[in-house]
């Protein structure tokens, strides 16, 4: 089984990451898109060429070396980014149970804006991730989508929720790992990892008012019209 996760940045996507990391019959993998979406899109991030000379570009080969590995007995666990979602073969995605990890729009660029500076709305996601989500529909497939709010007001309830949806067991493993980097993670870690490192677990937490700065209004304004719409569909804390 393969499992997509479909995120934005700054989604505590890599905590749910190290969470299925914990599972003795998952192996995960970290952003195999990205290597690709830097060479596509020229887009500048940290650690830009280093990044792009660790993964293939390829993203044909990359996908069908995800397929290769898709077996009932195992699991593979994928973080990808919504907007590294670019020309994918069709046939990846019809293949996963692909998960939705979505965010308030103004606690992500809030958050995303202190390592990339004036974000737009390409470079958090939520338009692609709106796109795709339609997609499947469209193909019949139901996709979950999970709120980082709601995952982190109750963690074990909502990671039972969503292991139900996907149809896996839930396993306590999953709620706590080692603190300290990965061996799973990408390069870039350096650069957007630090916090996560310190963890051992999700810590549970209510959503938090923010004051976005003016200049990212706009985004925040656009961004929250599919936000709106996926967290409609999301699975819900009550």
């Given at each position: 089984m393969i499992i997509n996760l479909i995120s934005g940045p700054r989604n505590?996507?890599?905590a749910l990451m190290y969470a299925f990391a914990q599972r003795s019959d998952t192996t995960v993998k970290d952003e195999p898109f990205y290597g690709y979406y830097l060479k596509l899109t020229g887009v500048i991030h940290p650690g830009r060429k280093r990044i792009m000379n660790s993964l293939s570009t390829d993203i044909g080969r990359i996908t069908n070396e995800l397929l290769d590995q898709?077996?009932?007995?195992?699991?593979?666990?994928?973080?990808?980014?919504?907007?590294h979602h670019i020309n994918v073969d069709k046939k990846f995605l019809l293949a996963s149970k692909n998960v939705f990890l979505i965010r308030n729009p103004a606690e992500l660029l809030v958050s995303f804006s202190k390592v990339i500076k004036d974000p737009s709305l390409d470079d958090i996601g939520i338009r692609k991730s709106w796109e795709l989500y339609r997609e499947l529909k469209e193909a019949e497939v139901i996709p979950a989508v999970i709120d980082s709010g709601e995952?982190?007001?109750?963690?074990?309830?909502?990671?039972?929720?969503?292991?139900?949806?996907?149809?896996?067991?839930?396993?306590?493993?999953?709620?706590t790992w080692p603190a300290g980097p990965r061996k799973e993670d990408g390069i870039w870690a350096e650069y957007w990892y630090h916090n996560l490192h310190k963890s051992t677990g999700f810590?549970?937490?209510?959503?938090?008012?923010?004051?976005?700065?003016?200049?990212?209004?706009?985004?925040?304004?656009?961004a929250a019209k599919y936000y709106n719409e996926l967290f409609k569909v999301s699975i819900k804390y009550n």
């Amino acid at each position: 089984m393969i499992i997509n996760l479909i995120s934005g940045p700054r989604n505590v996507s890599t905590a749910l990451m190290y969470a299925f990391a914990q599972r003795s019959d998952t192996t995960v993998k970290d952003e195999p898109f990205y290597g690709y979406y830097l060479k596509l899109t020229g887009v500048i991030h940290p650690g830009r060429k280093r990044i792009m000379n660790s993964l293939s570009t390829d993203i044909g080969r990359i996908t069908n070396e995800l397929l290769d590995q898709n077996h009932k007995d195992r699991i593979i666990f994928v973080k990808n980014m919504a907007h590294h979602h670019i020309n994918v073969d069709k046939k990846f995605l019809l293949a996963s149970k692909n998960v939705f990890l979505i965010r308030n729009p103004a606690e992500l660029l809030v958050s995303f804006s202190k390592v990339i500076k004036d974000p737009s709305l390409d470079d958090i996601g939520i338009r692609k991730s709106w796109e795709l989500y339609r997609e499947l529909k469209e193909a019949e497939v139901i996709p979950a989508v999970i709120d980082s709010g709601e995952l982190l007001k109750d963690p074990e309830l909502m990671l039972k929720k969503l292991c139900g949806h996907i149809g896996i067991s839930f396993d306590v493993k999953m709620l706590t790992w080692p603190a300290g980097p990965r061996k799973e993670d990408g390069i870039w870690a350096e650069y957007w990892y630090h916090n996560l490192h310190k963890s051992t677990g999700f810590i549970k937490s209510e959503p938090k008012e923010v004051v976005v700065p003016a200049a990212l209004e706009s985004v925040c304004t656009e961004a929250a019209k599919y936000y709106n719409e996926l967290f409609k569909v999301s699975i819900k804390y009550n």
